[in-house]
Structures are given as structure tokens and as C-alpha cells.
Nanobody
């Protein structure tokens, strides 16, 4: 059983910063790609940022230059540094990891429980 636990969300004023963390625990052999998604009320879940096992990153156009995704492989953790936050960044943020529990099992797409980010004055 693998669990992803997110932290770091909260209320911040426009222009402020937050750092989200997501740590995986349980039976883990390896983790390939990691990513952050978000879902605003009434909208579909959308990709925010993605990082491969080799450290290659890609970002949604709406966060280019403001958000940075990173990972600590030894800690099975992915981070999202969010700067210059805007009210339209308000959403529930979810982490996702493709996890191989054992050498003989396939990758499993695993989601965190979500953390609320609210950008408001």
C-alpha cells in the first residue's frame, strides 16, 4: 500500500508565495514521473507541472516563470514552489506519482488527497 501525503497549502495574498510538498510512503521500489495538478471549483483537473525521473520538467503555460517543481528522490518527495501567486491560482492542488511497488509489478498512478490553496486579499 502506497500513500501520498501533501502539505503546505493555505491562504496567501496576491503576489505571495507557498511551497507545497508531497511525500510518498509505503511499499515503494521506484518512482518514475511526479506531477502536480489542480482543480478549481466547477473546472476539470489540470496539469500544473511535471518532472521525470531524470529531472526533466514541463509546466503549464499559465505558471511559466512563477512555479518550480523539484523532487528529492531519496525522500520520495516532490515539491512545488509557487511565487507571484494570483487569485486565479486558487484551487485544490493534487500530487501524482507513478510508483512501482515491487520489481515485478507495473507502475501505479497514485494520487494525494489534495491541499487547498487560496489566493485572496
Amino acid at each position: 500500500q502506497v500513500q501520498l501525503v501533501e502539505s503546505g497549502g493555505g491562504l496567501v495574498q496576491p503576489g505571495g508565495s507557498l511551497r507545497l510538498s508531497c511525500a510518498a510512503s509505503g511499499t515503494i521500489f521506484s518512482i518514475s514521473a511526479m506531477g502536480w495538478y489542480r482543480q478549481a471549483p466547477g473546472k476539470e483537473r489540470e496539469l500544473v507541472a511535471h518532472i521525470t525521473s531524470g529531472g526533466n520538467t514541463n509546466y503549464a503555460d499559465f505558471v511559466q516563470g512563477r512555479f518550480t517543481i523539484s523532487r528529492d528522490t531519496a525522500k520520495n518527495t516532490v515539491y512545488l514552489q509557487m511565487n507571484s501567486l494570483k487569485p486565479e491560482d486558487t484551487a485544490v492542488y493534487y500530487c501524482n506519482m507513478n510508483i512501482k511497488p515491487t520489481p515485478w509489478l507495473t507502475l501505479v498512478s497514485t494520487w494525494g488527497q489534495g491541499t487547498q490553496v487560496t489566493v485572496s486579499s
